[in-house]
């Protein structure tokens, strides 16, 4: 018996589909399209189908169906399945070589959409989505050996609807990012099963973004994640990755073990979660963790941070409490950090010793301290953590309620940040610099925000000898919440040491920034003390304010104690307003190249309270005979005198200093030459005659008749080295005593001499 062509059965099924009434069907020996297309498959049964920049809709307003099979291939811009409410499409792509090639994929657009590919069938496009919009339910089945979907974007299984995605049989799908449950109200669910199928991800994976994902992983299944894995990205309610028997391969991963079930294995570079990971001599950088306290929990978490490039987050604390220490001086690298993530996580990192370092690599990634829970970092004891790439942001307490604080402690001990600091973004943040611990950028465009955003808090702490905030660009204090900076006990803080840069205080309406300086240095280094439309308050009780250009905190600028020292040397420092001087120093610096001498203005009156107030006049150089104004009122008046004139002023009849009604001016009547201890305008033997007899010695400071030339308060190798510097200078005595002075070699090598064998005695007294 003859078997019936295949153009007779195609025909005989026309009639019955006709029959069941279906208004549209056209049909090529490899392209099958039923029902509502939107454009038709044309007459002429084209093969490829080419679409070009036109879009395919399947299921416009209806009910349609498209087979692609026996090699054959459809191309075109955007493709819908289901792509109004109410209407159905289906798409199967079957067979070796048969392909469908298109940008975005829509399954389910408003309606619902089903792709199958199997049977070595192939579909490639940029993006996807499962389930478009609310109330769309998308569904894709890759199915056998050689099915294959490429998708060159992002992968999102349940976008604003309900996605479901089937790998099995050996079917392989790829994306760039993918995500399961991507916005809220979604609900995303993707199954791996079977040897041979995979899901390759070239960035991320997100189970459960915004909303609920589930990815099951079973039978041999494997799912690779070159970046970061998600268990629920910003949603309280957590997701799942369900194994059994199944392999996820990934860059790092970011999840509770509550959310990791059955049987499995992960392999992974960097891990935040509710665990205590050590790095040290003992565990090293590759360790083995088992994930077994549930009821049919049996995960095998394998962790190597040994990788030269590690190519995912690390930290502790994602909804519970975990711990991370690096210690012994092994170093650990990660694209992200995050302490406490979610809220009502706790999560801690201590570095400490020399050489512990933990290092962020990647570029545009994050140190988070208190993402939305309580984070914590203590570096310590010449520990270190370093943002390297460039645009990299540090933030402490990101989102609203959450805290994040960071302490760096003790000498050696390093913060190195790129791009930005947060102190206190949307919520709380604390930055402590103490005992010698230093915080620096490695960019010149590195600023800093205390209180970033409405309703945050930041504040910042520099104390202690050495202990230094280097900040290139600018430090605002109070950018759109409240900031404050605490600088004390012989902390430093550095402004505009890059391309410029100001402190702000308050920068926008309903900020507050407030500055603390009651020891230590504040350097401008040529920058502004500026206000914004907040509120600004600037006590100043103690330390050193230098290098600023202009400061203007909106109300009278109060000095009650420290020093204030104008410009950058020589330089001048303009205040807005009133200036009133209760106690404390300003310091003018006098002399060097161009014979000139430090200004301090204001724009307003100032008041100069007698007790308690010094004018401090350093040499930097030769200073020639002259009158300088170095304090002037420009649309005010002045009152009061300073009790004390200290530096150069301490020699009599060399200085005179004049009260104006809007000036004081100092007046030379000689010159003067540093190294010159007894005011005789020559520096030679009397000089260091001085030095000698008072050498070792503790003085009172910047007692230049004592010999303190570098105003330490004490005698040594610093005032013996300004006297031989200037050996020979000045107004010469008459020739008779010229003729008795040594050559400054000899007079250093006689010095040299006298002072051979006092041993530790020539250390500096404590």
């Not at 005989?12 to 399209?33: F, N, P, R």
């Not at 100069?608 to 200073?623: E, Q, R, S, Y």
Request: glycine share 18%; net charge negative.
């Amino acid at each position: 018996m003859q078997t019936p062509r295949r153009t007779n059965i195609l025909v005989c099924a026309l009639v019955g589909l006709a029959s069941l009434g279906y208004s549209q069907i056209s049909t090529h020996a490899d392209i099958l399209t039923t029902g509502d297309l939107n454009p038709l498959y044309p007459a002429a049964n084209p093969d490829p189908w080419i679409l070009g920049l036109d879009n395919l809709r399947v299921g416009d307003t209806g009910t349609g169906t498209l087979n692609i099979d026996a090699g054959s291939v459809i191309s075109n811009y955007t493709s819908f399945l289901g792509h109004n409410t109410s209407s159905l499409g289906t798409a199967t792509v079957t067979g070796s070589g048969s392909q469908w090639n298109t940008n975005q994929f829509y399954v389910g657009r408003f309606g619902t959409g089903s792709l199958n590919i199997q049977a070595g069938g192939i579909v490639s496009n940029s993006a996807s989505y499962l389930g478009a919009y609310t109330g769309s339910i998308g569904a894709t089945t890759v199915t056998g050996t050689g099915s294959t979907w490429n998708n060159s974007n992002a992968l999102s299984v349940g976008f604003s609807g309900t996605g479901t995605l089937n790998i099995q049989a050996g079917g392989v799908v790829s994306s760039s990012t993918g995500y399961l449950g991507r916005n809220a109200g979604s609900t995303g669910t993707t199954t791996v099963t079977g040897a041979g199928s995979q899901w390759n991800n070239s960035n991320m994976l997100f189970v459960g973004r915004s909303s609920t994902g589930t990815l099951n992983i079973e039978a041999g299944g494997v799912v690779d994640v070159a970046s970061d894995t998600y268990l629920g990205f910003d949603v309280i309610d957590s997701s799942a990755i369900n194994f059994n028997n199944g392999t996820l391969n990934t860059g790092g991963l970011l999840a509770s073990p509550g959310e990791l079930l059955g049987v499995g294995i992960i392999n992974t570079k960097g891990l935040v979660s509710d665990v205590d990971l050590v790095f040290d001599a003992t565990h090293g950088l590759q360790q083995t963790l088992s994930l077994n306290s549930l009821p049919g929990q049996n995960i095998t978490l394998n962790l190597d941070a040994s990788a030269p490039a590690i190519n995912g987050s690390l930290g502790a604390g994602y909804r519970g409490a975990g711990t991370l220490t690096i210690t012994d001086g092994l170093a650990v690298s990660s694209t992200k950090g995050y302490l406490g993530y979610h809220a009502g996580s706790t999560g801690t990192a201590t570095i400490n010793g020399t050489g512990s370092r933990w290092e962020h690599i990647a570029v545009l990634d994050v140190l988070t301290v208190g993402r939305s829970g309580n984070g914590t970092l203590n570096i310590e004891n010449g520990g270190s953590v370093s943002l390297l790439s460039f645009r990299s942001d540090a933030s402490l307490g990101f989102y609203d309620y959450s805290t994040g604080t960071v302490t760096v402690t003790d000498p050696g001990s390093t913060l190195t940040l790129s791009y930005s600091l947060d102190v206190g973004r949307s919520g709380t943040g604390t930055l402590n610099i103490e005992n010698g611990g230093s915080v620096s950028f490695n960019f010149i465009f590195g600023q800093t925000y205390l209180g970033r955003d409405a309703g945050s808090n930041g504040t910042v702490t520099v104390s202690g000898t050495d202990s230094t905030l280097t900040n290139p660009k600018n430090l605002n204090v109070g950018f759109s919440g409240a900031g404050t900076l605490n600088i004390t006990n012989g902390g430093m803080v550095s402004i505009g040491g890059g391309i410029g840069g100001d402190m702000t205080l308050g920068q926008h309406s309903s900020s507050a920034g407030t500055v603390n300086l009651s020891g230590g240095t504040l350097n401008l280094n040529g920058n502004d003390i500026d206000r914004g439309s907040g509120s600004a308050a600037f006590n100043f009780t103690g330390g050193t304010i230098m290098g600023a250009a202009m400061i203007d905190v909106g109300s009278t600028f109060l000095q009650q104690g420290g020093t204030i020292a104008p410009g950058v040397s020589i330089g001048q420092t303009d205040i807005i307003g009133d200036y009133d001087l209760t106690a404390g120093t300003i310091e003018i610096e006098v002399g060097g190249v161009g014979d000139t001498a430090d200004l301090l203005t204001a724009t307003g009156d100032i008041d100069i309270a007698f007790l308690g107030t010094t004018l401090d006049l350093p040499a930097l150089g030769v200073m020639a005979a002259g009158t300088y104004t170095v304090l002037e009122s420009l649309g005010g008046t002045i009152t009061g005198e300073f009790e004390n004139i200290t530096g150069i002023g301490i020699y009599a009849g060399l200085v005179d200093v004049q009260h104006t009604t809007n000036a004081v001016t100092i007046t030379l009547n000689w010159d003067f030459v540093p190294g010159d201890l007894n005011g005789d305008g020559f520096v030679g033997i009397d000089d260091m005659t001085i030095v000698l007899s008072n050498w070792n010695q503790n003085v009172a400071t910047a007692d230049l008749s004592a010999g303190d030339t570098s105003g330490d308060g004490f005698i040594g190798i610093a005032d013996l080295s300004t006297v031989l510097g200037n050996w020979n200078t000045g107004t010469p005595p008459p020739a008779e005593v010229l003729a008795m002075v040594p050559e400054p070699g000899t007079v250093g090598l006689l010095a040299v001499g006298m002072l051979w064998g006092c041993g530790r005695r020539g250390q500096r007294r404590a």
